[in-house]
């Protein structure tokens, strides 16, 4: 499996769904600060992972769980495992 860098993205479609339903790729990057261009590139599937904050941010937006739209790199993820 090839690996990422940063959180990636779970589904296009779904991302692309909650975008949509939270109005359009603009009203999500005037809401979060991140580039429409960035938004828009993770809903189309051109980009597949992207940073925690960024992850973070889309998701608060959309008022989603993060854990719904992104899955934290490898290495977060054995660091939760290790912590619990």
């Known amino acids: 499996m090839p690996r990422t860098r940063g959180w ?5 479609e779904t991302f692309a769904a909650v975008i949509k339903a939270a109005g359009d790729t ?3 990057a005037r809401g979060t ?3 429409r261009q960035t938004i828009g590139a993770l809903a189309s599937g051109r980009k597949t992972s992207t940073s925690k904050q960024t992850a973070e941010a889309i998701a608060s937006f959309v008022q ?4 719904q739209l992104f ?3 490898a290495e ?9």
């Not at 990636?8 to 296009?12: I, N, P, V």
């Open 76 to 84: 977060e993820s054995a660091t939760r495992r290790e912590r619990a």
């Open 64 to 67: 989603v769980p993060l854990d």
């Open 71 to 73: 899955t934290p790199p």
């Open 33 to 35: 600060g991140i580039s």
């Open 26 to 28: 603009g009203a999500v």
């Open 8 to 12: 990636a993205l779970k589904g296009r």
